[in-house]
């Protein structure tokens, strides 16, 4: 548990979300899942409750509309939050093994190694009370009355694309090319030291030596880290993955699954390494450690009866089954067994009935559902009472959603979104959302040409749901994050399958982590028809054609790391089409833009790019701000989005991504960034935090933008030409 190291709770989902390391004063932990299991003895042992249980329940999210896409979602959980005891984010200690500066003594957790414990409180927890750091025994026990040293967590580990992570095995590691290695590694009495030579900095300069027990003890063997970051050229290690000595075989291939909890003997839940699937030596803090999957969405408000919206409709909504139950209990507790056509006719003569009688059964339903604290009957209408039965005993609609792609149910997803933004809604301020469209018409110079609708958001709420991680790579498309295994076959079943859950038992936990928060906006809606028109230039498709080719062959080498036939290298590509290029360096250069005038910087600006199949009219941009720490804005964002202050930042975003420092290389490069995936676009030009990027700031080219050095005309700011003449 973290007491005096507190982290945002958008952080509780990213940068710090399940399976995620944690770097705090002296120490490094380890986030757990939501449900984690501890069957350790440690009478500290926090109740895996922590996010679900009744003490969380305020910080439940219940949306209907996104939780039917993730598998087993009733609903989605805040971060817990509060200074109760028992409150917060379950964390273990991970790495480890630690080391000391001074005598560089390598200590490593749950081994046999003489005097190697690692100071820990009375009761042998892991992390103490006061987060002291730990204490090396060698000092300490040479100069008992010397101040302790502080142990630095390992800096090295090793890890899967599967997930699985694990201390560096600095026994194995050491002895493995020695004749004696399974004599060595099953004696006690032995000390690990990590040498540097003093050279350099570089990791050929460290080496791990093996010492017989004593402040003298003789050096048994040494090995140089030069070569643990080695790989074939399928990305396999060379280190451990060497057929004389394979690690799997050492560890009769169950490597631990940290995040899950500890077993009964304190030691981490471990799984299967899938065949074919090696580890690779990584740096503790390497960015490729943990790639959190977040899918980011905009909460609609449900329409109640008579074409209102309320906060209490959409919580009623989204607790269709919980309303189910309780009826079915009164029903029961009274002694009557109905149809459902009975049993909406029963209650809905209650709703119509006496006062008395329908003020009691809603409010019973709203206790029941723990909203009795911010809501009363009264305020509970009888219309959407009777609506709201009337669904709880209604079936399922059989819709096609068995039938839809994955890719399909992102789109829908988004179209959603995008139909509502541009529809007039009625604000009241039961729900957390106020819009004003604006047509594009109102706004001066060749915006009107290009823009069709601009909608200001000065109240949106964001849920941005957390479905899990992978490590080593990326995910290969974020399409498989709605997928269910039954629809996949072959490398897309094994990519899916590197998918960690947070849950460690998704059948049984009915939730998944989110962060829920509000903000403002801009959303922009471009001509479709003058998107299409430009989408049609030569230059265009010869520039999207580099962009889709690099994009194929990282898709294809992907899947053949990962072990996958010829004929299924492209199962599952869907590249990105010219317009979303384009519509995302737009994005890029207006959210540089707007952090240097609306007050927030670029860090807490995000984007959502609308962009569906061709031909379906879905083609906008979402900029927006969102506080986790406050409700409400400081308005500075759709302030500059108002007919007169919107037009300046175009030409201004249009202006300044014109020219590159880097320039001539970065327009004209034919491939740069993560995979090859931008064409000019750099960190000088176009590349925002990754917080802000929906797509890991892949996708971008400016050339789409401004055209080539020797021909700008194709590029789709000269359509604003009018405008930017202008001052």
Request: glycine share 8%.
């Amino acid at each position: 548990m973290i007491r005096k190291n507190q982290v945002r709770e958008s952080q509780a989902i990213t940068t710090y979300g399940t399976g995620s390391i944690i770097d705090v004063p002296g120490i490094s932990l380890m986030a757990l899942s939501p449900d984690y299991l501890d069957q350790s003895a440690d009478p500290g042992a926090q109740s895996p409750d922590v996010w679900g249980g009744l003490a969380n329940e305020h910080h439940r999210v219940y949306d209907r509309r996104l939780s039917r896409y993730f598998y087993n979602t009733e609903y989605f959980v805040r971060p817990p939050a509060g200074q109760g005891p028992g409150i917060g984010i379950p964390v273990n200690r991970f790495p480890g093994s630690m080391f000391c500066p001074v005598c560089r003594a390598i200590h490593v957790e749950n081994r046999a190694f003489h005097g190697q414990a690692v100071f820990t409180n009375a009761h042998g927890r892991h992390v103490n009370d006061r987060d002291e750091a730990f204490f090396c025994t060698d000092c300490h026990r040479r100069n008992p009355a010397a101040r302790k040293n502080h142990l630095i967590p390992s800096r090295f580990i090793i890890a899967t694309s599967a997930g699985h992570i694990d201390d560096f095995p600095w026994l194995w590691f050491v002895t493995r090319n020695r004749p004696d290695r399974d004599t060595l590694r099953q004696r006690t009495g032995l000390v690990l030291r990590l040498d540097a030579a003093g050279r350099s900095a570089s990791i050929a300069d460290l080496s791990v030596s093996l010492h017989e027990f004593g402040d003298n003890g003789a050096l048994i063997c040494r090995e140089s880290l030069a070569e643990i970051f080695s790989t074939d050229d399928d990305g396999r290690s060379t280190v451990f993955n060497n057929p004389n000595d394979r690690y799997l075989d050492f560890v009769d291939n169950l490597m631990p699954k940290p995040w899950q909890g500890r077993n009964a003997q304190g030691g981490f839940l471990r799984s299967n390494v899938a065949m074919g699937v090696t580890p690779r030596a990584l740096q503790r803090g390497a960015g490729n450690v943990y790639f959190p999957i977040i899918w980011s969405s905009i909460r609609l408000p449900e329409q109640a009866a008579g074409g209102g919206y309320s906060e209490l409709a959409n919580e009623l909504f989204n607790r269709v089954a919980d309303i189910k139950t309780i009826l079915d209990g009164i029903t029961s507790m009274v002694g009557l067994a109905m149809s459902a056509d009975q049993s909406i006719n029963f209650f809905h003569n209650i709703i119509n009935g006496p006062e008395h009688g329908a003020g009691t059964l809603k409010q019973s339903l709203l206790d029941r559902l723990h909203l009795g604290y911010k809501y009363t009957g009264s305020q509970l209408s009888n219309e959407l009472a009777r609506e709201i039965i009337t669904l709880a005993y209604s079936p399922e609609p059989s819709g096609n959603e068995a039938e839809e792609t994955e890719t399909d149910k992102a789109i829908q997803l988004r179209r959603e979104e995008f139909d509502f933004f541009l529809k007039p809604y009625p604000f009241t301020g039961d729900f957390w959302y106020k819009s004003m469209i604006i047509p594009g018409e109102k706004y001066s110079g060749a915006i009107a040409d290009n823009i069709e609708t601009v909608v200001l958001l000065e109240k949106l709420n964001e849920l941005r749901v957390f479905r899990g991680f992978t490590r080593v790579m990326p995910l290969l498309t974020q399409d498989l994050i709605f997928s269910s295994p039954a629809n996949l076959r072959g490398a897309l079943l094994q990519e899916y399958g590197r998918i960690n859950d947070p849950r460690r038992d998704p059948d049984t936990c009915d939730f998944l982590p989110a962060s829920e928060v509000r903000g403002e906006g801009i959303f922009i809606r471009f001509r479709s028809d003058v998107l299409a028109e430009w989408e049609a230039e030569p230059e265009i498709r010869e520039r999207y054609q580099m962009i889709y080719e690099n994009h194929r062959t990282a898709y294809m080498k992907r899947q053949r790391l990962n072990g996958a036939p010829e004929e299924e290298w492209l199962e599952g590509f869907t590249p990105k089409s010219a317009r979303y290029i384009l519509l995302h360096t737009i994005s890029h250069q207006l959210i540089r833009e707007l952090a240097m005038d609306s007050g927030y910087n670029s860090a807490s600006l995000r984007e959502i790019i609308y962009c569906g199949n061709p031909g379906d009219q879905m083609d906008g941009i979402l900029i927006y701000t969102a506080a986790s720490d406050a409700e409400g804005t400081m308005g500075g964002l759709v302030a500059l989005g108002r007919p007169g202050s919107l037009e300046l930042i175009i030409r201004k975003a249009l202006r300044n991504s014109e020219w590159c420092s880097s320039d001539p290389l970065c327009l004209d490069s034919r491939g740069q960034g993560f995979q090859s995936l931008n064409l000019a676009a750099c960190h000088a030009c176009s590349l925002l935090p990754e917080t802000s990027c929906e797509a890991m700031n892949g996708f971008l080219d400016r050339g789409m933008l401004h055209g080539s050095l020797t021909n700008p005309s194709f590029g789709f700011a000269g359509r604003f030409a009018p405008s930017t003449a202008e001052a």
